[in-house]
């Protein structure tokens, strides 16, 4: 249960953040939300992950799915990635995913300093 | 678990290299994703300064059709509509020139940025800009449109910046009226900045005069000018300078900078109502350049109640630059003047504070430039400028000695209000209006054509040209000499034109001006030789033409060099010798009708063939010590033809003596290898895919952003001049009736943004040599279906 709130607020929170932020709200969404909502062992990491891949596979997919994927298979060209949109929409997920997932870590660990 | 985050914030938000900082880059809410995105929207904008409302709209393929209350207004809204479409393009080409490429690449682009510091590009901006300074229409002009410009990049955030910034990494810094002369300046020294003063100095010192002379001749046998011959000019008061007795001065330079691509090149022409099936006049034009994207052109219709303007822009100037109103059209070709020559320059000292000048010492100013370097130290290059202008090359930049210089003299740097020409063509409603307009157009040099509603065409080849004694300026002149000084400019209504020709038809393609009777010296810098006399071949061969017939020349793809070579060549080979493989292709090539059609394979045979012949012909100008420019393609083939024994023809490193015989088999069995293993790799060797043409990204043609293999025949030297990266840049069409009715094409698309459908919409087109419909709309008329509307507000 804890999981599925987490991973909700994480992801809605890195969504409202970063309409402020730069990108790196992600991470402070990722960090709050860990810090409210403490996850144990490999969810801690896992569920900020995947609510923030989640997010920016999302939103890349919608950002680029109606432009035909004009813009995203140039940058998979620019990447090697042979013009293969969707595995930079997967890149583009990794790395949010892995930002917010650290964050979500540190976030559960300050939680457990202040609560020591 | 702190250092981690740090290192992954520091690790996603930081460029390495070239890479982007991923993060940042990647991120939807502010990356790259938010550039993928193809349509304006229709809306209201704020463009603070406007005296009226600005409507704005979009047709199919993303024009802008400007409908402004005046002229103030419609600049401004031209330098933000601009922006909104092409900013990043148009600040890095006014960079580019400025010389400030080092602040975005770091210190690989510090050879080119010294080359143009050196050049004095902004030397020159910044004297045009005092030029421009006196005329406050003008400069109120180039005003609006900066606030217009300036207006946009004020909307901008990490977001919706254009791809290229958040790729490298950095942001547009405010629009300026110096970056408007930059600009200018850009395509001065693209046009107007190719010399071959100390390559023909080499030459001479190297092969003596009367051989120099032989392969470079002031005019070649056979020219069809832009003026026909039969203008008169007995009427003209003309005086000529005298050559001093010692001319000549000889010195030689191992290396020289890089200079603009000798595919830069034109084709215009025009009928009028006597040679035209309508009756209207006919006007085209298609400049050849450098194929890019973003395109160098940005097509428009700007309009005030007063008048109404239709063609291509180039991003970062005001106004149009190639169109047509309600009553005029006109185009430009390149004139390739040697309006650039070259004094070596006898320092005192080391110090070169002062230099020889007659009896006496003159003194140089020192301009500092600064050049900053990303991720390094600012580079302080000392450039000297002497009253010739600066001194590009010395020890420190490619030159030889210590107390020694070069310096150039060049009409770049006179400082032109070309933006009034510009802007006065744009609401010309005549011939008068027009002659009066070219008047403020120093450089770079070019023939306007020009045809009328009401029946005129004319063509005026305009610049500033000195005047100059015969031969001057061929070679490298002696700064401490004043009678090496250019004498003077040949008077403005000298320059060369005519009005309604008896044959009914202008044209220019960058061949000679005139014939030899054009009083004042002009050389041959380069001057086409084939494209011209197609077209005007084309144009004498029947009574009347119609806006079809502009299209199939436009398109022509007749090889006219292929037609007077080719059969020399064939005639001359022992096919004896050749295997079964080189005589399938000697074939084919014997077979060809001389069309760079891209179906066929001869052309790659006979450009291949051709390319591999010129080489081995001039395998003398192959030096590591000297600079050596090679004979044109002309004059080759005038060797060929006329002195297949001359010692030249003979290769130096063979131990037998070659003649032009001997050279077309060589050639011809060294070009089948390159075909027959060409062929290997790739299947076939069909011209259009053996040339290959590509039309690349500023940004040396990354893959990514640039198209490639297009299918599109012709090649340089060709009507339709495309070769492999260079070809018509604007293809243009315009017949005035009663309203100007108007064919247009780019390859490219009207969005600076790759992301965009319309980055590179009309390229396909393009290299099927088709056109799109110049939707000219009355001043005020209501949107049609499929446009869209933006609106240009104050509040």
Redesign the interface.
């Known amino acids: 249960m804890k999981n599925i709130l987490n991973l909700i607020l994480t992801a809605v929170a890195a969504w409202a953040i970063c309409l402020i932020t730069p990108w790196w709200g992600i991470m402070i969404a990722a960090l709050a939300i860990s810090f409210l909502i403490p996850l144990k062992k490999g969810a801690a990491f896992l569920i900020p992950f995947l609510a923030v891949f989640l997010l920016w596979g999302i939103q890349a997919y919608l950002l680029s799915s109606g432009n035909d994927l004009t813009m995203a298979k140039k940058i998979a060209t620019l990447f090697s990635l042979n013009e293969n949109a969707y595995l930079l929409m997967g890149i583009t997920a990794l790395i949010g995913g892995l930002a917010a997932a650290f964050s979500g870590l540190l976030g559960k660990q300050l939680r457990t300093a202040f609560t020591a | 678990?702190?250092a981690?985050?740090a290192a992954?914030?520091y690790g996603?938000?930081t460029r390495f290299g070239s890479t982007p900082a991923?993060?940042?880059f990647?991120?939807?809410?502010?990356?790259?994703?938010?550039?993928?995105?193809?349509d304006v929207e229709a809306n209201t904008l704020q463009l603070e300064g406007l005296s009226a409302p600005v409507t704005v709209h979009y047709d199919d393929y993303l024009i802008p059709h400007v409908f402004a209350a005046n002229k103030t207004d419609l600049y401004k809204a031209q330098g933000y509509i601009t922006a909104q479409h092409r900013l990043w393009q148009m600040e890095f080409q006014t960079m580019a020139s400025a010389g400030r490429l080092s602040e975005i690449f770091g210190e690989a682009a510090l050879e080119y940025d010294r080359r143009q510091r050196r050049k004095g590009m902004g030397f020159g901006a910044e004297n045009a800009l005092k030029t421009m300074a006196s005329d406050t229409e003008t400069m109120g002009y180039l005003e609006a449109y900066k606030e217009g410009v300036n207006a946009y990049i004020a909307t901008l955030d990490?977001a919706s910046l254009p791809?290229e910034y958040k790729?490298l990494g950095y942001a547009p810094e405010p629009w300026t009226l110096k970056k408007t002369a930059l600009l200018l300046m850009y395509m001065t020294d693209m046009l107007a900045g190719r010399d071959s003063d100390f390559e023909y100095t080499n030459a001479l010192s190297l092969f003596g005069k009367e051989r120099f002379n032989m392969l470079f001749p002031d005019y070649f046998d056979r020219v069809d000018p832009v003026i026909p011959s039969e203008r008169e000019w007995d009427d003209w008061l003309v005086s000529i300078p005298e050559a001093p007795a010692d001319s000549l001065h000889l010195d030689q330079l191992a290396a020289t900078i890089e200079r603009p691509h000798p595919d830069n090149g034109s084709n215009n022409w025009a009928v009028g109502p006597q040679k035209s099936v309508s009756g209207n006049p006919i006007l085209a034009n298609d400049p050849h350049l450098g194929l890019n994207l973003p395109s160098i052109w940005y097509v428009m219709q700007l309009a005030t109640p007063e008048q109404n303007t239709f063609g291509a822009t180039l991003p970062g100037a005001v106004g149009i630059v190639i169109g047509f109103n309600e009553d005029i059209a006109w185009g430009v070709t390149n004139a390739t003047r040697d309006v650039r020559d070259w004094y070596k320059i006898s320092f005192k000292d080391d110090t070169k504070k002062e230099y020889r000048y007659g009896d006496t010492w003159k003194p140089t100013t020192l301009r500092e430039e600064y050049i900053e370097v990303r991720n390094g130290e600012t580079f302080i290059d000392s450039v000297y400028y002497t009253h010739y202008g600066p001194v590009t090359y010395d020890e420190t930049f490619k030159g030889n000695r210590g107390a020694q210089g070069y310096a150039m003299k060049w009409t770049g740097h006179l400082g032109g209000n070309n933006q009034r020409t510009l802007l006065e063509l744009n609401a010309a409603r005549n011939y008068d209006e027009y002659a009066a307009a070219l008047k403020h157009f120093l450089a770079p040099a070019q023939n306007f054509v020009f045809a009328s509603k009401t029946g005129d065409i004319a063509l005026w080849i305009q610049g500033k040209f000195p005047n100059k004694w015969k031969g001057q300026g061929k070679f490298l002149l002696d700064g401490s000499n004043p009678d090496h000084e250019w004498q003077g400019y040949i008077p403005q209504k000298h320059n060369a034109h005519i009005k309604n020709p008896e044959r009914g038809f202008v044209s220019s393609a960058n061949q000679h001006p005139t014939d030899q009777t054009y009083p004042y010296y002009v050389f041959n810098d380069g001057y086409d030789t084939y494209r011209s006399r197609v077209i005007n071949n084309f144009f004498r061969s029947k009574e009347k033409f119609d806006v079809a017939d502009f299209k199939s020349l436009h398109n022509n793809n007749y090889n006219l060099m292929a037609a007077e070579l080719l059969p020399v060549m064939l005639d001359s080979m022992d096919t004896e010798t050749l295997t079964a493989d080189e005589m399938e292709l000697f074939n084919e090539v014997r077979a060809w009708d001389h069309y760079n059609d891209i179906d066929k394979a001869a052309p790659s045979i006979f450009e291949t063939w051709k390319d591999i012949l010129k080489d081995m012909l001039w395998d003398e100008f192959e030096n590591e010590d000297l600079a050596l420019d090679k004979p044109f393609n002309y004059q080759t083939v005038y060797m060929l033809t006329h002195y297949p024994n001359d010692p030249f023809m003979d290769i130096t490193a063979t131990e037998e003596t070659e003649t032009a015989k001997d050279l077309f088999l060589k050639s011809f069995k060294q070009a089948a290898t390159t075909l027959i293993s060409w062929k290997e790799r790739n299947g076939n060797y069909q011209w259009g895919d053996y040339k290959a043409t590509y039309v690349g990204h500023l940004l040396q043609d990354?893959?990514?952003?640039s198209r490639f293999k297009l299918p599109i025949g012709g090649n340089s030297g060709i009507v339709n001049a495309t070769s492999e990266d260079h070809g018509p840049s604007w293809r243009m069409i315009v017949e005035l009736g009663e309203t100007p009715k108007a064919l247009g094409i780019y390859p490219g698309g009207q969005s600076g943004?790759?992301?965009?459908?319309h980055?590179d919409d009309m390229i396909d087109k393009w290299a099927a040599g088709e056109y799109i419909e110049l939707d000219f709309m009355p001043f005020g008329a209501a949107p049609k279906a499929m446009m869209t509307t933006q609106t240009l507000n104050s509040k």
Not at chain 2, 26 to 38: H, M
């Open positions: 678990m702190l981690v985050n992954l914030f996603l938000n991923l993060g940042k990647l991120s939807p809410n502010q990356g790259i994703w938010q550039n993928e995105t193809s990490e791809v790729m990354l893959p990514a952003f943004n790759p992301g965009s459908k980055y």
